[in-house]
């Protein structure tokens, strides 16, 4: 068949342009005559027989691909759902690492499918994957891209070598672009060192050298077992594989392991709310961001009003904020939902983190403040930083000691 033209009718749909093309075959974006978008796949006219047997695996693995057949005729596929776009495109940049570890999770889940059926994927390339308009992830069939490039297995390139285990590998480089934002570069180790990796999660890039051993039995020999390490990555020195002559560095600041949920205490009214140390401290949290006219009048009352109350009117006093992108904040902690920075110099690090801070024992939360101050002072060069949960303030830095508050200031509002 020869190349299909834009807003050309076949097999009763009006086809769209091309998203994406593989060896062999062009997917269209389409609309039928009831007005359904569906994927217009078509065969090419000039495919060898490895191509032609791809493209009739597209019907037969539908199930597996998480794809609907909805026609099919010698040489054109009509299916849904429609894809939007592809694995590569999306707004990785702009997404949080459990957000993009979440879209890798998804095409892991369609791989252990075709497992299932005891058949290999082939590689694994997000040139070659779909989204559909939710930016769900979801294949045509197995072994669609083609068999070179940095996703393809090492055994695949040299020997055309095909197994459950190049699937793993293709899998531990595809968790490589979904972390980095690019493509992994040549390998030729036996064990890859993944330096460039350093500033993310260790339990993550250990979890990658796993993945991609030359060897096959040095990988997970099966997705179940990768997917298990990945749930619990924080969990650094348990999973994965640590190179002996490369050191974990990212190991407290999205590796730290939470602690089960403790049943709540019975509130009691403590002696003294804040200490008299703490009002000294938090008439000096003041200077920095010039609003004592707030405080003048207030004195001691406000000690045992809360550090809450003295935040809550740090942001509404505050001017010159500047929101932190998900690109610049990336590494800080997995517990940060958003990041700023005054324009002080130095500037000061005001950053809020998500509920499952309180999963967190008093140590955990030590360890992770210490390691976000110490990331935030080796990158812009601050000083002094907070720590909120809702308008509670949960930890700061003041100077080079790092305080972490107990329940009292970890309870929102």
Same mark, same amino acid.
Request: with cysteine; glycine share 8%.
């Given at each position: 068949?020869?190349e ?8 009763g749909?009006?086809v769209?342009k091309?998203?994406f %093309?593989?060896p062999?075959? @062009?997917?269209?974006g389409?609309?039928d005559?009831?007005d359904r +978008? &569906?994927? !217009?796949?078509? *065969?090419?006219a000039v495919?060898t ?10 019907a037969?693995?539908?199930g597996?691909s ?5 026609k099919?005729e010698?040489?054109?596929?009509l299916a ?7 694995l590569?495109d ?6 949080r690492?459990?957000?993009?570890? %979440?879209?890798?999770?998804? @095409? ?9 059926? +005891? &058949?290999? !994927?082939?590689? *694994? ?6 989204v559909d308009?939710g ?7 197995p072994r669609i891209?083609?068999?070179s490039?940095p996703y393809?297995?090492?055994e695949?390139a040299?020997?055309r070598?095909?197994d ?5 590998y ?6 490589y ?8 570069p ?8 993944l ?9 993550v ?19 179940d077992?990768?997917l298990?390490d990945?749930?619990?990555?924080r ?8 190179h002996?002559?490369?050191e ?14 403790k049943?709540?205490e ?6 003294t709310?804040?200490p ?8 000096h ?8 006219r ?13 550090i ?5 009117d740090?942001f509404?006093?505050?001017?010159a904020?500047?929101p932190?992108t998900t690109?610049?904040?990336?590494g ?6 958003e ?6 110099q ?5 950053a809020?983190?998500d509920e499952s ?5 008093t140590?955990?939360r030590?360890a992770?403040?210490e390691?976000?101050f ?13 720590i909120h949960?809702g ?5 700061q ?8 508050f ?5 309870d929102?509002?």
């Amino acid at each position: 068949m020869q190349e299909t033209a834009t807003n050309a009718f076949v097999a009763g749909v009006l086809v769209g342009k091309p998203i994406f %093309r593989a060896p062999g075959i @062009v997917v269209h974006g389409g609309l039928d005559l009831d007005d359904r +978008e &569906v994927a !217009v796949i078509v *065969l090419q006219a000039v495919t060898t027989d490895g191509q032609k047997l791809n493209f009739e695996n597209i019907a037969r693995y539908a199930g597996a691909s998480g794809i609907e057949i909805v026609k099919e005729e010698p040489h054109v596929i009509l299916a849904t759902p429609e894809p939007k776009g592809i694995l590569r495109d999306l707004p990785w940049g702009d997404w949080r690492l459990e957000e993009r570890l %979440r879209h890798f999770v998804a @095409v892991a889940e369609i791989v252990e499918r075709f497992h299932a059926l +005891e &058949v290999p !994927v082939g590689t *694994l390339s997000p040139k070659y994957i779909a989204v559909d308009d939710g930016l769900k992830p979801f294949m045509l069939g197995p072994r669609i891209a083609p068999r070179s490039g940095p996703y393809v297995p090492p055994e695949t390139a040299s020997e055309r070598l095909i197994d459950l285990r190049s699937d793993v590998y293709s899998l531990g480089r595809l968790l490589y672009f979904v972390v980095a934002g690019e493509d992994p570069p040549r390998e030729a180790r036996d064990v890859p060192r993944l330096e460039e990796l350093s500033s993310y999660p260790a339990g993550v890039v250990r979890i990658i050298r796993k993945a991609t051993c030359r060897d096959p039995d040095a990988r997970y020999q099966f997705v179940d077992d990768l997917l298990a390490d990945l749930k619990r990555y924080r969990e650094h020195a348990d999973v994965g594989m640590l190179h002996p002559d490369v050191e974990d560095r990212n190991t407290g600041i999205l590796s730290v392991v939470p602690d089960a949920p403790k049943e709540p205490e019975s509130p009691t009214a403590p002696e003294t709310i804040v200490p008299e140390t703490q009002a000294s401290k938090a008439t000096h949290l003041a200077s920095p961001m010039k609003v004592q006219r707030l405080f003048r009048g207030l004195g001691l009352l406000l000690a045992f009003m809360g550090i809450a109350f003295l935040v809550n009117d740090h942001f509404e006093a505050l001017e010159a904020l500047e929101p932190l992108t998900t690109q610049q904040a990336d590494g800080l902690s997995s517990f940060i939902s958003e990041a700023s920075l005054t324009q002080d110099q130095p500037p000061i690090l005001f950053a809020h983190v998500d509920e499952s801070w309180e999963l967190l024992s008093t140590e955990s939360r030590q360890a992770e403040a210490e390691s976000l101050f110490k990331t935030a002072h080796e990158r812009w060069g601050t000083r002094d930083g907070f720590i909120h949960r809702g308008e509670a303030l949960v930890a700061q830095c003041w100077g080079k000691k790092v305080t972490v508050f107990g329940s009292l200031h970890g309870d929102s509002k």
